[in-house]
């Protein structure tokens, strides 16, 4: 990768920032993009990307299909990701024709679950206890380990509770292990945690910092359904959580907004659950509740810009909403800052939208 | 125009908003119905509009094109404006495919100063003296009632003060009168006033109605330069300009976001110097001071959904950002929220962006 472009000079207003992924992060960073008079570029490996829609710079074609991720790169100044999963290839490939951030390191590390602990254990942060599960014959040690009951993950492309399940006993590990065709995991070990948090931090390449206060999140069905900002953290937490973000983005000489998945526990230790080198669903409240949101911030950071004040000017909840939930968008219309995201199917568990309500802020 | 079209129910999330005109209103038009899941399609007489930039669906052609604007009609749900002088023909041509927000007669009422200002009168508001001036013998009349200095101002396509001129005397106003090529014209008699003011509302499809705090508005070189909130208005002044743009709103059955420019007299008498029917350069402080902003009220309006709350959470100063001023963009992005249009050329008092400053909520 010694070819790697690298970003001389900001972005100028005009320019295009290329953006892989045509989801709803790719719609709201692009919505930001626009703000800043930059153009935004979409590349999606379906037709009917939500993020074609507010864009006329857009490619349609698998994301492994070279030839079209090149004439993508062509068009554009910088080229960032809505999603972390791009295979190495393209991101090399992308990497050698214009600046990419964040870069592949940042990639290389978040898109692997065992590599990605094994380097937030390296900067001295916690995580939950986990064993690498790569054949049949480790289950059996891992689950000595670890015992149960313990969460199979495959290392690699979950999200959203995908590519994991709940294992009870060393048998039911083998079990689920067969069922993701041996696909290299990890046992991960249960946390006993009092509640989950996050915190949205961006870097720029000058290497200054800027964190968003951080949610508390609520989880059903493996689907983010509530961010609370100011949540249960105290501020203590809070500038912990800030800390741990700094370090992060810091040791992976990021580029860009990341988010960072915590679990506090009882004794108000901060256990990382995982990384996301990206905008985050528990920041969306940041469009309304600061004067730079998350997709703003991300752009300023990729782009070359000065980061933008992430200073927080009201309380805030920020609400999903799921599937069929997106049948009522009149009434919640009524009821908050309504966000909706151009998806054509309401299917079950799809996040069709968010809606976020603000109150004054309190002293937290 | 027996066969408007009206809008028999709201146009659901997946929908297509048309917007005649390209500007940055259009711009942030569009960027505000992306975040409600409708579509938006840009109809501009030039290539390059700004928000051609921000949505896939566009048309350039002029705004007289019978067949493109028919055309245009097919893929919109409704239609509405970012500018009041479409001609005439164009709009019942609209109206007659489909619905149409605001429709003809608010249109047809402020596109003629001298019918606006008839029509402000008859609802018993205060204007600034006038006579109209439809021929050269009218000039000595008119310059005799209004007497000197006055403005002479074509009835039709005037903005940021083009199409008006400053006169002193009799001879100035007929020489003044002849450089129009005798365009109906009105002599409009000077407003000693304290300061400038506006009033920023939405009335929807079912009469319910929404404004936003009165900002007071500076102007340089006829250019909007700066709008604050709260400015010097006192709370009882912005609640009549509240109800004057209420009394306009309903007298005109409008359907959409309205702006009233007011005059402050040194007597705090508010006089109603224009009505804009469409988003308004002093309401741009509402996208961040705002749980709704006047361009996602006018969306919603137009779209037949309910209004959204106007209710202002902080203070606000929104100052333009005007020609060679945005090559300071970089040193911009670190003082507020700055917003550019995507316009390739910085041409001398053209309008490039705009910067919002917050400040916390005072008790005014």
């Known amino acids: 990768m010694s070819d790697v472009k690298a970003l001389s000079h900001p972005v100028p207003p005009g320019g295009t920032i290329g953006i892989i992924g045509g989801g709803q992060l790719g719609r709201m960073l692009a919505l930001a ?13 379906e037709d009917h990307a939500p993020a074609f829609q507010v864009t006329p710079l857009q490619v349609a074609a698998a994301y ?22 791009l295979p190495a290839d393209a991101i090399a490939l992308l990497e050698s024709l214009k600046p990419v951030r964040p870069g592949h390191r940042a990639l290389e590390t978040t898109q692997d679950r065992f590599s990605e602990k094994n380097f937030i254990q390296s900067l001295g942060l916690k995580t939950a206890p986990f064993e690498a599960v ?29 590519g994991q399940t709940q294992v009870g ?18 046992l991960e070990g249960f946390v006993d945690f009092a509640f989950e948090a996050s915190v949205v931090a961006a870097r720029a390449a000058d290497g200054s910092f800027a964190a968003y206060d951080p949610p508390e999140n609520i989880h059903e069905n493996h689907i983010l359904r509530r961010s609370i900002v100011p949540g249960r953290l105290s501020r203590a937490q809070g500038d912990e959580a800030k800390a741990i973000a700094k370090a992060i983005a810091e040791a992976l000489d990021y580029v860009g907004v990341l988010a960072v998945e915590l679990f506090v526990g009882h004794d108000g230790a901060l256990i990382v659950n995982e990384i ?53 968008w009149e009434s919640l219309a009524r009821s908050g800052a309504l966000h909706l995201y151009g998806k054509r199917e309401a299917r079950l568990g799809r996040k069709m939208g968010h809606l976020t309500r603000l109150k004054p802020k309190s002293s937290r």
């Open 33 to 45: 993009a626009a703000r800043l008079g930059l153009k935004a570029a979409i590349y999606n490996d």
């Open 64 to 85: 492994d299909d070279q030839g079209a991720l090149a004439r993508f790169a062509e068009i554009c100044d910088v080229i960032t990701f809505e999603f972390e999963n």
């Open 134 to 162: 790569s054949s049949a014959g480790d289950v059996v040690k891992a689950f000595a380990v670890i015992k149960g009951p313990a969460i199979l993950k495959t290392r690699r492309l979950g999200y959203d509770g995908k």
């Open 169 to 186: 006993s060393a048998e039911d590990c083998a079990a689920a292990f067969a069922r993701f065709k041996q696909a290299p995991s990890i």
């Open 276 to 328: 996301a080198p990206r905008v985050h669903n528990s920041g969306h409240w940041t469009i309304e509740a600061c004067a730079c949101s998350q997709f703003e911030q991300h752009i300023r950071a990729v782009a070359g810009w000065p980061l933008g004040d992430p200073t927080r000017h009201a309380d805030a909840v920020m609400e999903n909403i799921i599937g069929a939930e997106a049948h009522a």
